[in-house]
């Protein structure tokens, strides 16, 4: 019998001192209905609830956990790690071997710079592309998601979209007033801002393969004009990585859709599943950052040598090839069986897939954007939710995530994975 008891337990102890109960709104289970999970552990592809549920985990903490739960070569090196103190507040070598093995993934970035989170990493880089170019105005793209920085709230992604919000209270209009927002693949609409602000534009923002909307592509040549209307207007252009950095293979979406960005945003699987982001590009235009420059930005705990050595251990794993043929195999697999049975049940599904991240629309439209995103069928996938963690599959709740694999997923997995689906789909009135 699937009980949830020690959850629900917990989850009203939680509410009484974490508002709504949870650290981050995405994991309250707003837009599935009932009362969220509480985590006793895990370990490789699995996660346990406190009620003794083991789960095949597709949420992997939403993106950092790549090389699955709890992986031995990530605990032994931060056991390590730990036993020679945990932060400093200087410099460690740590932060060099990290930051070579980013640049070496990345060869558009000259520097780095580590913050603590994804969020820090792109506000700090607004700041610095406003200075770079003496310009204000950003553009970013409906149902995009780079934090919860003020500026680029507007027509958010993630927790903003699932919770049906457009942006955030408490954000001032001013600010809001320099942020132009664009639907996704749609270059008329860039053409349009540039024409009417084009010398007030400071740079275009975007995560190059959307995953806050659930996962959709860019239309084939969308990032490389964004590239040349850059260019053409002396804007500059950021690509969020922090979700699909590493997600593809050792390198970021921009390699795989030859587009060469300013600026590049990082997070979650640089740090291994401890709170690492980094911005990086440049030379000329990160060394205006300080100390060297008159950009301000700074960080009690940035380059933590802990969060440092989790990102070094998951980042030399990744360097081995074999884990990026496994992971394309398993992503694939997964997608394949999915629309499989979206076929055998006539149940319509758009299915996406960008290296290991994967997400299904349920929609019989094309799904390019913020608009046609909304047509899935987020009812039908709140019950779906419920059923397959009944059958043991834990997928992000809410149908406006990317779903994670990890290396740690085996090929049973996925073939549970789908047996669970086709039994939901069964259930499922
Ligand atoms: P963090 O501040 O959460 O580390 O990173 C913000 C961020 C920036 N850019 C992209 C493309 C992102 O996807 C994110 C964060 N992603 C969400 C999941 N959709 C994090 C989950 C959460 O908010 O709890």
């Excluded at 040598?305 to 398993?330: D, F, N, V």
Aim: with cysteine.
């Amino acid at each position: 019998m699937f009980k949830l008891n020690q959850s629900a337990k917990h989850f009203q102890q939680a509410q009484q001192v974490l508002v709504g109960g949870v650290n981050s709104p995405v994991r309250a289970f707003k837009s599935v209905g009932g009362k969220p999970l509480f985590i006793s552990h895990g370990k490789g592809s699995k996660i346990f609830d406190v009620d003794g549920n083991e789960y095949i985990d597709y949420v992997g903490s939403y993106g950092p956990l790549i090389a699955g739960h709890a992986h031995p070569k990530v605990v032994k090196a931060l056991q390590q790690s730990v036993e020679k103190g945990c932060t400093f507040g200087a410099t460690t070598q740590n932060e060099i071997a990290l930051a070579q093995l980013v640049i070496e993934a990345f060869p558009y970035i000259d520097k780095v710079r580590f913050v603590n989170s994804g969020t820090e990493a792109i506000l700090s880089t607004l700041r610095l592309v406003r200075a770079f170019t003496n310009k204000n105005k950003i553009i970013k793209f409906r149902g995009c998601y780079h934090g919860h920085c003020d500026a680029l709230l507007v027509d958010g992604g993630s927790g903003i979209m699932t919770l049906g919000m457009s942006g955030s209270a408490g954000v001032p209009e001013n600010l809001v007033n320099n942020t132009i927002s664009v639907s996704f693949n749609d270059k008329e609409g860039v053409e349009n801002a540039f024409t009417k602000y084009g010398k007030e534009i400071a740079a275009v923002a975007i995560e190059p393969v959307a995953g806050n909307m659930g996962v959709i592509l860019p239309e084939a040549d969308f990032l490389t004009f964004l590239r040349e209307i850059t260019k053409k207007h002396n804007a500059l252009l950021v690509i969020d990585e922090v979700m699909t950095g590493f997600r593809h293979g050792f390198y970021g979406a921009q390699q795989v859709f030859n587009v060469q960005p300013d600026i590049t945003c990082l997070g979650k699987v640089i740090g291994g599943g401890l709170p690492v982001g980094a911005y990086g590009g440049k030379k000329e235009i990160m060394d205006m950052v300080a100390p060297l420059g008159g950009v301000y930005q700074a960080g009690t705990l940035s380059g933590n040598p802990l969060a440092m050595q989790a990102g070094i251990s998951t980042l030399q794993m990744l360097k081995q090839t074999e884990t990026y043929t496994h992971l394309h195999h398993i992503t694939a697999r997964l997608k394949n069986g999915l629309e499989q049975l979206s076929t055998h049940f006539n149940v319509p599904m758009q299915v996406h897939q960008f290296g290991s991240m994967i997400s299904v629309f349920f929609t019989s439209s094309k799904v390019y954007n913020y608009d046609t995103a909304k047509t899935t069928d987020t009812d039908y996938f709140a019950r779906l939710f419920w059923k397959l963690l009944e059958h043991g599959v834990y997928l992000p709740p809410s149908n406006f995530e990317s779903w994670f694999l990890s290396s740690a997923h085996s090929i049973e997995d996925i073939d549970k994975t789908i047996a669970a689906f086709e039994q939901s789909f069964k259930e499922i009135v």
